[in-house]
């Protein structure tokens, strides 16, 4: 499982928690934090090629949001634009995020924190990274669940890390079994 704080200027949670100097790791969970880099088309390329060669079987998005209030998850994200031109021809006009979005949202609020689904695409690095990852994976029978929530500056970390522990509860607990190689004898 990864978690990627796609703003490298900005980065809502560091998994570090504690003055262990340990990351989170939830049991029976490997998660792995990726900072953001500065070329959001590497960082896109780097992150499909780590869900499609399985290295990583989900991706949670984590960043920020324009708007105050809730958390938001964000469903969908639109082909990216500059100067008002479509910066790919052939793309999709529009990816759907591929996690379970109800039981995101309905753990996150049991855990008590506060967030929407949202339609809207923000104009920025996290809709765009969005947008890339998951027009570049292959094509397969099991999708990889690929999630974005984005969180305003006024959320309190707390009810940060609640909703990205929820998230990626959720999120791994609906991964089918990993697949078996067989060793050549």
């Not at 984590?62 to 998850?73: D, N, S, V």
């Not at 909703?163 to 089918?176: E, R």
Request: charged letters at 25%.
């Amino acid at each position: 499982m990864l978690v990627c704080n796609w703003s490298a200027t900005d980065p809502v949670w560091d998994m570090v928690e504690d003055l262990s100097g340990v990351p989170w790791q939830p049991e029976g969970i490997r998660t792995e934090l990726v900072e953001s880099a500065a070329d959001i088309t590497a960082l896109a390329e780097n992150l499909a090629d780590q869900l499609d060669h399985q290295d990583a079987r989900a991706l949670l998005l984590i960043g920020r949001t324009q708007h105050e209030g809730p958390a938001r998850l964000q469903l969908r994200a639109e082909i990216p634009q500059k100067n008002g031109q479509r910066l790919s021809q052939d793309g999709p006009g529009v990816v759907r995020a591929t996690a379970p979005a109800g039981q995101i949202l309905e753990a996150v609020t049991k855990a008590r924190v506060s967030i929407v689904a949202s339609s809207e695409n923000e104009a920025d690095d996290g809709s765009r990274l969005l947008y890339e990852i998951l027009t570049r994976l292959d094509e397969r029978l099991e999708t990889p669940a690929v999630a974005l929530i984005r969180f305003p500056k006024s959320m309190p970390e707390t009810a940060i890390a609640h909703t990205i522990k929820s998230a990626v509860h959720v999120m791994t607990q609906h991964l089918s079994h990993a697949p078996r190689f067989n060793a050549a004898r």
